[in-house]
């Protein structure tokens, strides 16, 4: 059975980096599968934010793009999640979840981390 | 960057009753792509419909999916509930629509 489990920092500061790590078992990081990260915002809808491949490709939401890298630990089997230059629109549960390009859909879901951006 | 829209926002129903809920891209693109998540509170989504129309693992056979090209629907026959929750479609690896709560 395949576990994902989030961690990182609760809070954040505006302008400052969030970073989130995701550790998997039950599965390799290695394997034919996409990576990938969602958040929810309080009280708002789901937002894909990006995924990252074995072989590194990555695909990004277009309009964070610019703030957002995702990388791999294949050591630990986990991957991680950087989004700079926050502000409180950023404030969300984060979710990480595997996307299975045979399934063609996010098969397995971490149990989210609430980050909070604020002073 | 293909947008999902769902439709209603709100159903409004009572258990046993059937719900249709809309889900349509602002462009086509293959039905492969097509998902159906179920996000309760406190609670990580559920994939309950892949490819537009393949129940997930475990999911009950009164939730199908189906639909092509642009538009997709969601439909659960009778509900039970535990199926009152807010429903989202994705296209995989990419943008999810804002949600159909459906609710008592």
């Known amino acids: 059975q395949v576990q994902l489990q989030e961690s990182g920092p609760g809070l954040v500061k505006p302008s400052g980096t969030l970073s989130l790590t995701c550790a998997v078992s039950g599965d390799s990081i290695s394997s034919n599968n996409w990576w990938s990260w969602v958040r929810q915002p309080p009280g708002k809808g789901l937002e894909w934010i990006g995924e990252?491949?074995?072989?590194?490709?990555?695909n990004y939401k277009a309009s964070l793009k610019s703030r957002v890298t995702m990388s791999l630990d294949r050591s630990k089997n986990q991957f991680s999640l950087k989004l700079t230059s926050l502000t409180a629109a950023d404030t969300a549960v984060y979710y990480c979840a595997r996307g299975s390009p045979i399934i063609m859909g996010f098969d397995s879901w971490g149990q989210g981390t609430l980050v909070t951006v604020s002073s | 960057e293909i947008v999902l829209t769902q439709s209603p926002g709100t159903l409004s129903l009572s258990p046993g009753e059937r719900a249709t809920l809309s889900c349509r891209a602002s462009q086509s693109f293959s039905s492969n792509y097509l998902g159906w998540y179920q996000k309760k509170p406190g609670q990580a989504p559920r994939l309950l419909i892949s490819a537009a129309s393949r129940r997930a693992t475990g999911i009950p056979d009164r939730f199908s999916g189906s639909g092509s090209g642009s538009d997709f629907i969601l439909t659960i026959s009778r509900l039970e509930p535990e199926d009152f929750a807010v429903y989202y479609c994705q296209q995989y690896g990419g943008s999810f629509g804002q949600g159909t709560k459906v609710e008592i």
């Open positions: 990252i491949h074995q072989s590194g490709r990555t």
